[in-house]
Nanobody, 130 residues
Framework: QVQLVESGGGLVQAGGSLRLSCAASGRTFSRYAMGWFRQAPGKEREFVAGISWSTSSTYYASYGDSVKGRSTISRDNAKNTVYLQMNSLKFEDTAVYYC????????????????????WGQGTQVTVSS
């Protein structure tokens, strides 16, 4: 069992930066690939970025309003924490951001579907003012 708690969200002006953190409980965190998702009002939850258990693989969404090129996912297994650094934020990035864990042990594949993640945090609100 893994419990995830996000933090670092808030209100920021367009062009600004935020670093989101996701703290995980449990000794198995280091074996799980992790992902960040976001959900804007009235929209489905969508993949943002993911990282494999060993940090050897990262993957970023590349759809129109995605954060690819403007964000970096990383993890510190010693601290049981995964991060999402977001730069050059846009109004369209406004959403609740969730971290999630893929509980297949030591997976080197970063999956992108909501259904492929087993554990979720409660989310942290990111609001970008234009």
């Amino acid at each position: 069992q893994v419990q995830l708690v996000e933090s670092g969200g808030g209100l920021v002006q367009a062009g600004g930066s935020l670093r989101l953190s996701c703290a995980a409980s449990g000794r198995t965190f280091s074996r799980y690939a992790m992902g960040w998702f976001r959900q804007a009002p009235g929209k489905e939850r969508e993949f943002v970025a993911g990282i494999s258990w060993s940090t050897s693989s990262t993957y970023y969404a590349s759809y129109g309003d995605s954060v690819k090129g403007r964000s970096t996912i990383s993890r510190d297994n010693a601290k049981n924490t995964v991060y999402l650094q977001m730069n050059s934020l846009k109004f369209e990035d406004t959403a609740v951001y969730y971290c999630a864990a893929d509980s297949r042990p030591k997976s080197t594949v970063v999956v992108t579907r909501v259904s492929e993640y087993d554990y979720w945090g409660q989310g942290t609100q990111v609001t970008v003012s234009s």
